[in-house]
């Protein structure tokens, strides 16, 4: 009975620190688990997220090709040329399929978001009295892309011959309500309404996912406190506790009679033997029993001191493994993705350049006031400059596009950037400045070019013939000068090489963006199989603290109450004669008084 009641002298605080290191490893185990299926779902989420970004970052390019294409056609009615036109309308109806198709999709679970703070210039027919009207409207991204496809389908679902008959009935085919609409929102109010669409889906798809990285930054917090908690408030004081039992046991020692008190310190801290020697009794039969309690030198001593330690390194070995990739991976992807998202507004401003283009030689007045096209076309050909230099000298967070090798195929080497067949059947027109060179150049080089010929279109623009009283407040193009016009624009030098190079332009760059966005799907797939190796070899190290807490735990039990089988072992006489032993045997207690 005193025995037992000894042992749970003894070993009650070890057990409740036992305790504290099982359920700590039992709940960083579950905590562990759950971070890792967190960042496993936190990276294909970010995966499916660029996914949808990398699909909607063209969309305000597809929408606004629609607008040009449409406003082209209107001039290719006016020329009255059937054939002419029934090569634009498949076009169009390629970019209505791409965006009924592809955009509204992903629009449509955005389709309940508050309408634009930017308006939208609607005509509309009165069905009253069938003239036109014309008001501002307010929609969300979903809504204005929807009013889109309805007045394309409105412009491509009106037979060649129903144009060609409204032009010779004497109608301006400028002012269909339709036309009127892509025309007019040709000038930014459009764009402002896609780009504040695109700006809220980057807020809800990429900027929201901090929320999914702190979740991360809360679970690691939690692992390394557990893993603190395991060392300081389990396995540390588990160690100094057993070693207080130790050193007080032997204290107690001193009491006994035979020999002096250093003499049978010393021979207790050397072996169980000593005390066989000292008191007289016979152990041989228990040596393998009370093998856990025998001599130590220094460094057996440092290393069960520092299993602690050892554990809790381990334990935050494994959890920052897994996690500081995930937060470092999460920072690159989205410094990345802005840099591709920045680069990709190159094709919209070649698009807006072209159109623009096209109106600063067209001069028609019913749609802009001489000087805005010309205002707007300066200002997209330097913001297409300024992200130019902006990549070719590596100031959006990646190195310069001369010293990323993905691009050389694009930068570099000489090869066609169109199908084959295209580039095959290319027709030089010297004169005009288009050769087959310009299917050969780097893609920096063209869009030299490019910027180049756009600033020949600005410096030859007249504007004082056009700056008149006459011409902006009392002249109306009629339909014959209107042809005119159009025939001039599209015979001009700078435009036509503009429209022979800017299909090869848009192939190069969709390539740039196709070569960059596959670059972060790469570095999201290494990612998540860094993550499974990381995950299994924490898997193990975690197992591997486990038990050696574990093994801590059991062969500290057994210590302590081998420690007591050997205090049982001195012959009760001998007890007797030594009051403060005999006080040590029967409560447990260490006093000595």
Not at 27 to 39: F, K, N, Q, R
Not at 252 to 281: A, H, P, Q
Not at 436 to 454: A, F, P, Q, T, V
Request: aromatic fraction near 12%; charged fraction near 20%.
């Amino acid at each position: 009975m005193l025995k037992m009641n000894m042992i749970h002298t003894f070993t009650d605080k070890s057990k409740r620190q036992s305790k504290i290191i099982i359920y700590s490893f039992l709940i960083a185990i579950v905590l562990y688990g759950v971070s890792v299926v967190y960042g496993f779902i936190h990276i294909s989420n970010f995966n499916e997220s660029i996914k949808n970004i990398q699909i909607l970052q063209d969309m305000n390019y597809n929408v606004h090709n629609l607008l040009s294409r449409s406003r082209m056609m209107s001039g290719l009615i006016g020329m009255a040329d059937m054939a002419v036109i029934a090569t634009s309308l498949p076009t169009i109806l390629m970019y209505l399929v791409q965006i009924e198709e592809t955009y509204i999709p992903l629009l449509a679970k955005y389709s309940l978001d508050p309408p634009s703070t930017y308006p939208i210039i609607i005509y509309n027919l009165d069905s009253t009295n069938g003239n036109v009207r014309t008001e501002y409207a307010h929609y969300n991204g979903y809504e204005l892309v929807k009013r889109i496809m309805i007045y394309g389908r409105g412009i491509y679902d009106v037979p060649i011959e129903e144009w060609i008959e409204r032009l010779q009935n004497g109608q301006n085919v400028l002012f269909d309500y339709r036309f009127r609409t892509f025309s007019e929102n040709f000038q930014y109010y459009i764009n402002n309404v896609i780009e504040e669409t695109m700006d809220s889906i980057y807020q809800r798809e990429i900027t929201s996912k901090n929320v999914e990285v702190y979740i991360i930054y809360i679970l690691s917090g939690c692992l390394i406190f557990l893993s603190s908690a395991i060392n300081f408030l389990g396995i540390t004081p588990l160690y100094n506790n057993s070693k207080l039992l130790y050193k007080k046991t032997l204290r107690m020692f001193k009491y006994l009679l035979k020999g002096s008190i250093n003499d049978i310190i010393s021979r207790f801290e050397v072996s169980v033997e000593s005390i066989t020697e000292t008191y007289d009794i016979s152990v041989d039969n228990k040596k393998n029993k009370y093998s856990n309690i025998e001599s130590e030198n220094v460094f057996s001593r440092n290393i069960k001191k520092l299993k602690g330690y050892f554990i809790n390194i381990l334990l935050i070995a494994s959890v920052l493994a897994f996690t500081i990739p995930i937060i470092v991976k999460d920072s690159e992807i989205i410094s990345n993705l802005d840099y591709n998202l920045v680069a990709g507004e190159r094709k919209k401003s070649i698009l807006l350049s072209s159109i623009l283009s096209y109106e600063v030689l067209l001069q028609d007045e019913i749609t802009y006031v001489p000087g805005t096209a010309e205002t707007l076309l300066y200002n997209e050909m330097k913001k297409l400059s300024d992200v130019q230099n902006q990549l070719y000298y590596g100031k959006l967070g990646l190195k310069p596009t001369r010293d990323i090798r993905n691009l050389d195929s694009i930068l570099i080497y000489e090869d066609c950037r169109k199908p084959r067949e295209e580039c095959d059947t290319f027709v030089d027109v010297p004169e005009k400045g288009v050769t087959k060179n310009m299917l050969r150049i780097g893609l920096n080089d063209i869009l030299e070019e490019y910027i180049e010929i756009l600033k020949a279109i600005l410096a030859n623009a007249n504007l004082k013939n056009w700056k008149t009283e006459d011409h902006m407040y009392e002249h109306v193009t009629t339909s014959s000068e209107y042809i005119v016009k159009v025939i001039t624009s599209f015979n001009d030098v700078n435009f036509t090489f503009e429209l022979n190079s800017i299909n090869h332009i848009y192939a190069a760059l969709e390539k740039f963006d196709s070569i960059m966005f596959d670059l972060i799907f790469d570095s999201i797939k290494s990612t998540l199989l860094y993550l499974v190796i990381i995950t299994i070899v924490g898997v193990i190290l975690i197992i591997f603290a486990a038990i050696v807490g574990y093994k801590m735990i059991t062969t500290t039990n057994k210590t302590l109450t081998e420690l007591v089988n050997v205090i049982f072992l001195i012959p009760q006489s001998t007890i007797n004669m030594v009051p403060q032993f005999k006080r040590f045997i029967e409560t447990g207690s260490f006093e000595e008084q």
